[in-house]
């Protein structure tokens, strides 16, 4: 007689209603019930019972928990027939989350060893852990922040000493000691507590305005009883009380509330200095091209504080976008200025990365001039001139030149509607190689700065000519061309430099690929976007492609520029947008060959779809 | 009802919760009355250092039971399931003292469950030394009446009890799930307790 089916059917009916366990044979759910321990887990005893000494899978069976990061921001919440614990399980690192309960509750201990078990005997049981990882890392990651400003203590902002007069002083008496101390308010103070503060504005309201003799007590005109905040206090505590009274002033106390200085809004708005979207403001209103460049120069290190900080990484691409178009509109404003009003209609666009708001630190220049089909000839000089300056200036602002040539001070990118459309034509036509480059890049662009109808009347006669199947055939062809550095038996193919180091090139060999399978499933269609994401967003309106395959494209994309910007940050010694695989984790590994195999079974499909009769 | 601690225990430290071995116990009866009645069915699962551990869940039938049909609570279990899987009784006691030894024995009202085996466990001479006995029940019953005058009989029900806790719901009423949702109980009380770290067994019994 044996008894080791004394498995508990309510538990067992619970672990088998869960994700994984419901897609995997019955066996597992056993085996999860027959090993795994019990615990009631509260506030109170979390500390004794979940110690780090033993790694395990959690399961909720009830209560609540949050899951919460270094930085003290929520993760997640985990309610019933919630997961944590699998990626320390997973990569074998430190647990870097914590747990604060909300409602107490049962969780479900399983050990390393028996989870390690399951995901050697179930290959799906892994890959759904991996899966909620990566999942994680995604929503995650990008979450985490350095200090922010906001977070700062008011302590470390405030204007250090209180300039304070007695309630006995008079007007005048306030205005003089606010003179001498050069400060914009006064606090008034009884028996050294808190009792009003007189402003620059309350000066000039309710003494010069209303006439009143400034020899009067300055107790008339100040605010009784003011809002102030405590030193401990953070920023944004300071920031939304200032907002909420609409008040530029707040008193800062000490626990004994005895007036320690005064914090004011522009204190708080020096502090957003460093923020970027700040900067592209700046830009806008530099008063000249070396102004412009100077500003440029804190591009990167503006970056590297900010990259952990934005919750979605195609944000930075976004931003980078956002600061070159800010820099090539502002230059073309001070060339204006310099050199007077253009003689004919214009506007900038870009391509590329920068059309498609996916720019890093290391994307070069792709942008042109669209100029009125009325201009005369020597009028074009102007525009070589401005094509000339503009970029110029980008490159002294960190923008590399494009090693094809593809900017504004080439004149092949200067033109009219006309003869630009007459330069597509010819690519859509006769698909050379060269033609075919050329597509990939013109194909993705974006109106920046000037005359937009000219954009629109280029985009409207655009999506009307007739693309052909020769066309299409030769785009995906060309997509089919480069492969996935993947081996036979899903091994990494490196490439190698002169110092024989072994790296992955994720921009050509990844990145670039489901850019181009985005490209041409959004000309198919004729979604008129340039941005990746937003074109596979648009493609789930058409039946061209599933919404499977869209999502693991929008996966790997993800998953790729993410890897992509943490090795710029980093700054390794290796070829820009290149990784060595050794320098990852075994998960981030085997996350690279998931994403490296669904591209390429993506690209098979498009040659399949696009390709067939001419292969 | 006292249950009192072997006098050698006073001595040593006192044993501390988190480092203790419990074994929670639920019988499946015929009847109330331990002269009268029969037990159908025992189960028990351990808690080692404040965890249960699934694996050592067991669950027995007593194959000498006599007046199934008569029992008054219906268990679900039939005779032809007893006949396939059932065992002797002094098997099954033995093999629960052997678990029960030198640990702490945890019931849901223990009156009833300890009145029975300690009636089989004279009967078949099986010496049996638990450290000490919880009573969940008890112990809900203390907690209760710190905070409200008097506590009804249907407020002390297994089922109620785990309510108050949030515990989820069992649909199985048989002594394993029974033992489990008790030890469960326990774990909830003890963690609900304002001091954490010194929970002495003496704080539960």
């Given at each position: 007689m044996t008894h080791t089916h004394s498995a508990v059917t309510d538990v067992l009916d619970f672990v088998t209603q869960q994700l994984p366990f419901s897609t995997l044979p019955a066996s597992c759910a056993h085996f999860f019930v027959n090993h795994a321990k019990v615990v009631y887990i509260t506030s109170l005893n979390q500390a004794e019972l979940l110690s780090s000494e033993q790694k395990y899978l959690y399961l909720v069976r009830s209560g609540v928990f949050d899951l919460v990061d270094n930085s003290g921001e929520v993760v997640t919440r985990l309610g019933e027939g919630d997961y944590f614990g699998y990626p320390s399980l997973l990569t074998g690192e430190d647990i870097q989350n914590h747990l604060e309960v909300q409602t107490g509750g049962l969780i479900f201990l399983l050990p390393q060893e028996d989870f390690d078990f399951l995901r050697r005997e179930y290959p799906a049981f892994e890959q759904h852990f991996v899966r909620a990882h990566k999942k994680r890392l995604l929503s995650s990651h990008y979450k985490e922040r350095g200090?922010?400003?906001?977070?700062?203590?008011i302590s470390t902002l405030m204007c250090r000493t209180a300039v304070t007069i007695e309630p006995k002083a008079s007007v005048v008496e306030a205005a003089k000691t606010m003179h001498k101390a050069g400060v914009s308010s006064v606090i008034i103070t009884e028996n050294g507590q808190l009792s009003g503060i007189v402003t620059d504005r309350d000066l000039r309201n309710r003494v010069l305005a209303a006439e009143l003799d400034p020899h009067v007590s300055v107790t008339k005109v100040m605010t009784r009883d003011p809002k102030f905040i405590f030193e401990n206090n953070r920023a944004f505590a300071a920031l939304h009380l200032m907002l909420k009274h609409n008040i530029h002033h707040l008193p800062v106390l000490n626990e004994e509330r005895m007036p320690l200085g005064m914090v004011t809004s522009t204190d708080l708005l020096r502090q957003q200095k460093h923020d970027p979207v700040q900067l592209i403001g700046q830009i806008y209103k530099a008063n000249s091209h070396q102004e412009v460049v100077h500003l440029a120069k804190e591009i990167p290190a503006l970056l590297r504080g900010f990259s952990n900080t934005v919750e979605d990484i195609s944000f930075i691409g976004t931003l980078l976008s956002g600061l070159t178009d800010a820099m090539t509109s502002r230059l073309t404003e001070l060339f204006i200025k310099q050199q007077g009003e253009p003689p004919c209609r214009f506007c900038w666009i870009c391509f590329g990365s920068q059309a498609r708001e996916e720019q890093t630190l290391h994307s070069d220049q792709d942008n042109g001039l669209i100029v009125s089909n009325?201009?005369?000839?020597?009028?074009?000089a102007y525009f070589a001139k401005l094509g000339e300056f503009v970029t110029g200036h980008l490159i002294s602002c960190g923008i590399k030149a494009c090693p094809g040539g593809i900017m504004a001070s080439n004149e092949l990118c200067r033109g009219t509607v006309d003869e630009w459309l007459m330069r597509f034509d010819q690519w859509c036509h006769t698909p050379t190689p060269q033609a075919m480059l050329n597509s990939k890049i013109f194909f993705d662009r974006r109106f920046i700065f000037g005359d937009q109808f000219l954009y629109q009347a280029l985009n409207a006669q655009l999506n009307n000519m007739q693309k052909q199947d020769i066309f299409f055939a030769a785009m995906a062809t060309d997509i089919s061309a480069n492969s996935v550095p993947m081996g036979l038996f899903q091994q990494f193919k490196l490439q190698r430099d002169k110092r024989k180091h072994g790296y992955l090139d994720l921009k050509t060999r990844g990145v670039a690929i489901v850019n181009d399978l985005a490209r041409i499933y959004a000309l198919k269609c004729g979604v008129a976007k340039a941005n990746t994401q937003a074109r596979l967003e648009a493609l789930k309106a058409f039946s061209i492609l599933s919404k499977e395959d869209i999502y693991n494209l929008q996966d790997c994309w993800r998953f790729l520029t993410q890897l992509r910007f943490k090795i710029q940050i980093e700054d390794?010694?290796?070829?820009?947008?290149?990784?060595?695989?050794?320098?990852?984790?075994s998960l981030e590994r085997h996350q690279l060959k998931e994403a490296f195999h669904l591209i390429k079974q993506a690209q098979q499909a498009c040659v399949f779809k696009f390709a067939r009769g001419s292969l | 009802m006292r249950w009192l601690l072997p006098s050698f225990m006073r001595k040593e430290r006192e044993p501390l919760w988190l480092e203790s071995e419990l074994v929670v116990v639920d019988l499946e009866l015929t009847g109330l009355d331990p002269n009268q009645h029969e037990i159908v069915s025992v189960a028990w699962v351990e808690i080692n250092r404040g965890q249960?551990?699934?694996?050592?869940a067991q669950y027995r039938l007593n194959?000498?039971?006599?007046?199934l049909e008569q029992s008054p609570i219906y268990h679900g279990i039939s005779e032809p399931e007893i006949e396939e899987k059932g065992e002797c009784l002094v098997q099954i006691l033995t093999a629960l003292a052997s678990a029960l030894n030198t640990k702490t024995l945890v019931c849901h009202n223990a009156f009833l469950d300890w009145g029975f085996l300690q009636k089989h466990f004279i009967q078949y001479d099986i010496s049996v030394q638990p450290k000490c006995i919880i009573d969940t029940l008890k112990l809900e019953k203390k907690r209760l009446l710190r905070a409200q005058e008097a506590v009804r009989q249907e407020q002390l029900t297994l089922p109620a009890c785990r309510a108050r806790y949030g515990l989820p719901t069992y649909q199985n009423h048989n002594a394993l799930s029974d033992a489990l949702a008790t030890a469960e109980l326990l774990l909830a009380q003890v963690g609900h307790l304002?001091?954490?770290?010194?929970?002495?067994l003496r704080n539960l019994v």
């Open positions: 200090r922010g400003w906001s977070e700062r203590k009325s201009i005369l000839p020597h009028q074009r390794l010694d290796l070829p820009p947008n290149c990784i060595n695989p050794e320098h990852l984790s | 249960v551990a699934l694996q050592s194959k000498g039971v006599k007046d304002d001091t954490q770290k010194s929970i002495k």
